[in-house]
Nanobody, 123 residues
Framework: VQLQASGGGLVQAGGSLRLSCAASGRTFGSYNMGWFRQAPGKERAFVAAISWSGGSTYYADSVKGRFTISRDNAKNTVYLQMNSLKPEDTTVYYC?????????????????WGQGTEVTVSS
């Protein structure tokens, strides 16, 4: 599966952005999807994950209550709605996919990655 992330940009603190990740292929509905973020010089960090059916979600503590992951299998797209953004949310965000299985929170648990979309939150 090929992934294309979009929706990043510049926003003021307290604002919102919605990231999208469009997937190619007809088996999108069989993949668990995740969002990660990575700042320069740092390891890629888990943000949120959603199961293939959308029935299960999981969030990093740092974004819980502010970010919402969702998916539309008919559109082969997963979303990350980001509200109450903070300057520390500034970085590049990546979407990732793995075929079913456990809802992973570590980068090595995912097999496919998008190219990243940059989010900048100004104070």
């Amino acid at each position: 599966v090929q992934l294309q992330a979009s929706g990043g940009g510049l926003v003021q603190a307290g604002g919102s952005l919605r990231l999208s990740c469009a997937a190619s292929g007809r088996t999108f509905g069989s993949y668990n999807m995740g969002w990660f973020r990575q700042a320069p010089g740092k390891e890629r960090a888990f943000v949120a994950a959603i199961s293939w059916s959308g029935g299960s979600t999981y969030y990093a503590d740092s974004v819980k209550g502010r970010f919402t992951i969702s998916r539309d299998n008919a559109k082969n797209t997963v979303y990350l709605q980001m509200n109450s953004l903070k300057p520390e949310d500034t970085t590049v965000y990546y979407c990732a996919a793995v075929e079913r299985g456990r809802l992973g929170i570590l980068p090595y648990e995912y097999d496919y990655w998008g190219q990243g979309t940059e989010v900048t939150v100004s104070s």
